[in-house]
């Protein structure tokens, strides 16, 4: 699908008064930067490399989508239903991720610096040599996270709501 063909669907979904639903679309590569995708249903979309850099996905459900490798530099996923994706490999550098679900999500190898956690599930989610450098992890949930490896400082990990049960850059397990 190219992105003519997104933005149009999307404008006539809004023009009716519903919510667009790109669910299990082939988005692979696709160039959706500075779209406003919010509120939009990609669930269990194929969007691995593509460039949603400066996208607005707010509220977006991306349940099980496939992201891998995907660029969301800067993007505004506040409130996103990110359930399960796999974010391995993606660059969020910078991104707005406040509220979001990232419950049982792949986030291994992701650029996650500075960008905004607060108050995000990242429950069960695998950030293996993640790079969470000047992120703001305050009030975030990760308990059973996976941060083997990963770069993240010991102030960050203090602000977080919980690290019950989570695997530590160390490899130790949090009480």
């Known amino acids: ?7 149009e669907m999307i404008e006539t979904a809004r ?3 519903r919510e667009a639903d790109l669910a299990r679309t082939d988005l692979q590569g696709i160039d959706l930067s500075e779209v406003d995708l919010s ?3 990609l669930a269990y979309a194929k969007l691995n490399e593509a ?11 991306l349940t099980g989508a496939d992201l891998h490798g995907a660029t969301l530099v800067r993007a505004s996923l506040e409130s996103a239903n990110l359930l ?7 660059n969020l550098m910078g991104a707005n991720l406040l509220e979001a679900n990232l419950r049982n999500s792949n986030l291994s190898g992701s650029n996650l610096s500075r960008a905004t956690l607060s108050e995000s599930s990242l429950r069960g989610a695998g950030l293996t040599v993640a790079n969470l450098r000047e992120g703001n992890l305050d009030g975030a949930n990760m308990i059973k ?3 083997r490896g990963a770069q ?3 102030q960050q990990l ?5 690290l019950k049960g989570a695997i530590m850059p160390d490899g130790s397990v949090h009480d």
């Open 1 to 7: 699908m190219e992105r003519e063909q997104v933005l």
């Open 15 to 17: 023009s009716q008064g």
């Open 39 to 41: 509120q939009v249903k």
């Open 51 to 61: 460039n949603l850099e400066g996208a607005k996905l707010v509220g977006a459900d």
């Open 84 to 90: 399960g994706v796999n974010l391995s490999e993606a």
């Open 145 to 147: 996270a996976d941060l």
């Open 152 to 154: 993240v400082t010991h």
């Open 158 to 162: 203090n602000k977080a709501k919980s």
